[in-house]
């Protein structure tokens, strides 16, 4: 559930880009993942920082509870990831452990390097 006070921003095609919650002077934008992104921005400045984030990095491989895992679903309601060890999560047939985590994510979710 995203807080009180969080402010959708959508690119042209109405997707969802993420939020910028309103702080001291400015908005911190917040990914789709509930991650916070910034620190307080003017307004423009924060929607250009979503419009420039886009949604690719949903795409990213990342790293859970010591594994490989993709993102496999995202809502304000939790993100569900994919364990992908070798590439496992695309394989047909393949029936991959889930993980689902709560919106925000846990710190423990990492981009995997």
Do not use: C, N
Not at 11 to 32: C, N, Q
Not at 52 to 59: E, N, P, R, S
Request: proline share 8%.
């Amino acid at each position: 559930m995203t807080e009180a006070g969080w402010i959708e921003h959508r690119r042209g095609d109405r997707e969802l880009l993420g939020w910028m919650a309103p702080e001291g002077g400015g908005f911190v934008v917040i990914d789709l993942l509930g991650r916070p992104r910034t620190s307080p921005l003017p307004w423009l400045d924060a929607e250009e920082f979503l419009d420039d984030l886009g949604i690719g990095y949903l795409a990213e491989r990342y790293r859970y509870a010591d594994r490989p895992v993709r993102i496999g679903e995202v809502s304000t309601s939790g993100v569900t990831v994919i364990a992908d060890e070798y590439g496992a999560a695309s394989a047909v047939g393949a029936e991959p452990e889930r993980f689902h985590l709560p919106f925000p994510v846990p710190a423990d979710l990492l981009v995997a390097e």
